[in-house]
């Protein structure tokens, strides 16, 4: 059984269309609209996916009453949710498994960032995986 093709420079493109695309319909889909930029970067085992826009008409008029931080912690909560479905549209773009996600969001310039580790990866010991519990029992 031979291993899957490196990623060249002219499927490269296609990767970080799939995932930006990707993003994006999935935000669109659950908030009603979607981010007005997308950009993805991927190098190793790391996914960056940076996305621009798309407050929706509740939390424009959330952060103009001073809600701000209301808008960050349901972000973040809708993102946690959300995990199963971002990693999947990482994972069928670039046919590796997601072990890391990590996400963050700002308001001015409004911008959410999803970055993702994908295995196999060296930041791991070999004998850890992580699902596996570390520490004592």
Same mark, same amino acid.
């Given at each position: 059984m031979s291993a899957d093709p490196p990623i060249t420079a002219s !499927?490269? +493109?296609d990767v970080l269309t799939a995932i930006s695309d990707g993003m994006v319909a999935l935000l669109k889909e659950f908030y009603g609209r979607g981010p007005t930029r997308a950009k993805s970067y991927f #190098? /190793? /085992?790391l996914v960056v996916? %940076? %996305?621009r826009g798309g407050f929706s008409v509740v939390e424009k008029t $959330? $952060?103009?009453g001073g809600r701000g931080a209301a808008v960050i912690q349901q972000r973040m909560e809708f #993102? /946690? %949710?959300m995990r199963d479905r971002f990693e999947a549209v990482i994972t069928a773009a670039t046919g590796r498994d997601v072990i890391g996600f990590m996400s963050g969001n700002q308001q001015d310039p409004d911008l959410m960032c999803e970055v993702?580790? %994908?295995a196999p990866t060296d930041l791991l010991d070999d004998d850890v995986s992580p699902t596996e519990p !570390? +520490?004592?029992d």
């Open positions: !499927t490269h +493109g #190098q /190793d /085992d996916c %940076l %996305l $959330l $952060l103009e #993102q /946690d %949710l993702f580790v %994908l !570390t +520490g004592p």
